[in-house]
């Protein structure tokens, strides 16, 4: 359909699922769009703008250009901004001009793609920018849409973000029921690095349990719910000894000193979990 990736996602199929959902394909009566069916000639043609009424970071057009195609191929499409653009209220994104019952079916499949994507990443930019000038990067979390995780962890990459683990999959994350069961963070990580797990992420929320982490070979050491002054004394005691990451909490107003206190990232779950949809509109005229 068209030559944007994201690898592990399936742009095709999740442009045709979404479509069949918003037509009910395969409910009864479903399949096909009454309204246009019913009001708009079959061979009515539109001319299309859609801009943004807010400042916002861009992100999702090459998907929203997919949903037009995929019900007008010959649908004449222009991307105006390039994705992760910052652009002001009123900006043009894209110019469209073909079938009419085609835009209007598609049009809210579209939308709703570019505008919680861009709102991801608009809130991704807005933390990335509240970090200031340090060394810490901003990562995000598994706290994802199901279904969503690749288009949600695009935007945030989009953002000027940084992906944390995709998955359950690429890296072990030793959390507070982990250590639990195990016995101690210590045990927990000699039981996944023993398994052989590369990467081994061990959560500590205490400064007591970092050296038995690190001991134990932890590659990167996960500071819960720890305010700045103790992040400092965190990083401190680690001196260098493996990556920290700062989590838990973490709002606009607070992230620029916990950025500051030394650590290599800064996770925030709600880049994912509660950015507010981007405000982007769609306007069409009859040709």
């Known amino acids: 359909m068209t030559a944007f990736t994201i690898p592990g996602f399936d742009l095709d199929a999740f442009v045709s699922t979404t479509l069949a959902e918003d037509l009910g394909t395969g409910l009864p009566g479903g399949g096909h769009d009454v309204t246009c069916e019913s009001v708009i000639p079959a061979d009515a043609r539109f001319a299309g703008v859609m801009e943004s009424r807010d400042a916002i970071t861009v992100c999702g057009l090459p998907i929203a250009a997919a949903f037009f195609r995929a019900l007008d191929p010959a649908m004449e499409i222009t991307v105006l901004a390039p994705e992760g653009a910052q652009v002001a209220p009123g900006a043009?994104?894209?110019?469209?001009?073909?079938?009419?019952?085609?835009?209007?079916?598609?049009?809210?499949?579209?939308?709703?793609?570019?505008?919680?994507?861009?709102?991801?990443?608009?809130?991704?930019?807005?933390?990335?920018?509240?970090?200031?000038?340090?060394?810490?990067?901003?990562?995000?979390?598994?706290?994802?849409?199901?279904?969503?995780?690749?288009?949600?962890?695009?935007?945030?990459?989009?953002?000027?973000?940084?992906?944390?683990?995709?998955?359950?999959?690429?890296?072990?994350?030793?959390?507070?029921?982990?250590?639990?069961?195990?016995?101690?963070?210590?045990?927990?990580?000699?039981?996944?690095?023993?398994a052989g797990v590369a990467d081994v992420i061990c959560e500590v929320d205490r400064i007591d349990q970092i050296e038995p982490a690190l001991a134990a070979g932890a590659t990167r050491l996960l500071l819960d719910n720890m305010g700045p002054d103790i992040l400092r004394e965190a990083v401190a005691l680690v001196a260098g000894r493996a990556p920290c990451e700062a989590s838990g909490g973490v709002r606009l107003d607070t992230i620029g000193a916990i950025a500051a206190s030394g650590v290599d990232y800064v996770s925030v779950g709600r880049l994912t979990q509660s950015a507010p949809a981007a405000d982007i509109g769609l306007d069409f005229t009859p040709l």
């Open 92 to 194: 043009a994104l894209m110019r469209m001009t073909g079938n009419a019952r085609a835009m209007l079916t598609a049009e809210r499949s579209a939308l709703n793609t570019v505008q919680h994507l861009s709102g991801v990443a608009t809130l991704t930019r807005q933390y990335v920018d509240a970090m200031g000038e340090t060394k810490a990067r901003l990562l995000d979390t598994r706290k994802t849409i199901p279904g969503l995780r690749h288009l949600e962890k695009y935007a945030v990459r989009t953002g000027g973000g940084m992906n944390h683990r995709l998955g359950l999959w690429d890296a072990a994350m030793i959390k507070d029921n982990h250590v639990a069961v195990a016995g101690g963070v210590g045990e927990a990580v000699r039981r996944a690095l023993g």
